[in-house]
C-alpha cells in the first residue's frame, strides 16, 4: 500500500503479527551471536521499534523473549524430521536431514549455543524445550519402523542416533562447515543404517525393522552403495569367521 505521494503508507500491525516480528528479529539475531550478546536494544533498533513496545509483549524481559524465540526455532526443528512415509528409509531420513541441517547452517553461531549450553540465559526451561526436540525427533523417526512399541533396544539406538547428528552438527560448524552439507548428510544416513543393523545382531525386534528396511531399498541407493564400500574394508577379516 502506498500513499497519494508514492511513499509507503504505514500498516500498524496486530498483536499477533507484532508478537511474530519481534520473535523472528530475535531469532535472527540469537542466530548469529551468542545469547548473551544480545540486548532488548539490540532487538528493538533490529525491528524499527521503541524498547518499551518489545517489553510490552514480553513483559519478562530478555529472557521471556529468548525462551519465546528458542520455542519457535524448537517447533521447527521438530518439524525437519516429520516426513511422509512413502519410499526408502534411507531417502525418507535423507529429506528429514536436509531441513534440520539447513537450519543448523542458517541458525549457525546459536544452534551451537543452543545445544552446547552455558549460556547465562540458561534455565530448566530452556533446557526442556531442547530436550522436547530430540524427544520429537525420535518419534518421528520411530514412527516410520514397522513396530507398534519400539523395544528398549530399538528406542535407545534411535536416540543415540539423534545426539549423534547433534555432535556432527557442531563438529561441522567448528570445522568451518566442512565437509560439504550433502556429504554430511550421506555419511549421517550411513551411521543410522549400521547402528540399526548392529543393533539388529543383538535384537530380534530391530532386526525385522532391518529387514523391512532393505526391502525398499534399491542396489544404487545408499545401503546397496555402502554394501560395495564395506566389502573392501572387511575383505580381510575371513579369519574371523
Known sequence: MTSATGTPAYRRLSVEERRAQLLETALSLFAHRAPEEVSLDDVAEAAGVSRPLVYRYFPGGKQQLYEAALRSAADVLEQCFAEPPEGPLTSRLARALDRYLAFVDEHDTGFAALLQGGSVVETSRTTAIVDGVRRAAAHHILSHLPVPEPGPRLRMTVRMWITAVEAASLIWLDDGKQPPLSELRDGLVDQFMAALTATATR??????????????????????????????VVSGAAHLL
Open 203 to 232: 535384537d530380534p525386534q530391530t532386526a525385522e525393522v532391518v529387514r523391512a528396511a532393505l526391502t525398499l531399498e534399491t542396489p544404487d541407493g545408499p545401503v546397496g552403495t555402502l554394501a560395495r564400500r564395506l566389502l573392501p
